[in-house]
């Protein structure tokens, strides 16, 4: 199995020796999301942990140990679902869990709506222990297993803002590996305020006004 994966592995990494950067993902229109390279567009850097190196970590976005250990699994990709590059991750189901965070401001109290879209590399391998899972804070807001599609799918969450929050990418296979693109979170709801007695006068009168002097078409 690790002799598979490391000939798959190989083959990615030649289909991106030598990359284009700055290409333009569906994430990259999205107004007011709140991850930073969330198309995985920007390049990459360079990190070190536990004397492992992985020199092709997406940039804005930070690994653990277990993702700078193989980076021949874990590292930018040309399997992208727009633009030029997406994310591939995934050590082996018996090896430490590879992990790609970023910690972003936000308001509390705030209901904030995320997406992201997967395909798994190793669909219809029959691997049951492969877990792909998304988290914010450490609690799984989307979690998939073997069934998921090889096809780069949508998948989509919400949660409430504690004013710093972390996402965080994780998953292990041993067929292939999962691949992640367009990432996003952006703001669902503000918490309710009651307005004053008086700015609620106003708004009953201009809306009565509003309906007396004409009709409104739906569109």
Known sequence: MRNSKV??????????VLPVYGGSSLCDAVAGNLVVN???ESGSTSSTIDNYTNNNVPDLWVPNAA?????GYNHLTGF??????????GDDDNEAVPVLSQTFSDNAGTTYNGSLYVAYGGAGDGDTNVFFNALIDGAPVVSLDDTA???YTQYTFSFVGTGSDTLALQGNTNPSEWYVDDVTITGASLPSATPEPGSTLLLACAGGAFLL???FVRQ
């Open 80 to 89: 992208a679902n727009s633009g030029t590059d997406g994310l591939s991750i």
């Open 149 to 151: 599609s090889g096809n």
């Open 67 to 71: 993702f700078d250990f193989y980076s």
């Open 38 to 40: 969330c198309g995985f």
């Open 213 to 215: 002097r004409r009709r």
């Open 7 to 16: 000939l798959l592995a190989g083959i990615i990494i030649l289909s991106y």
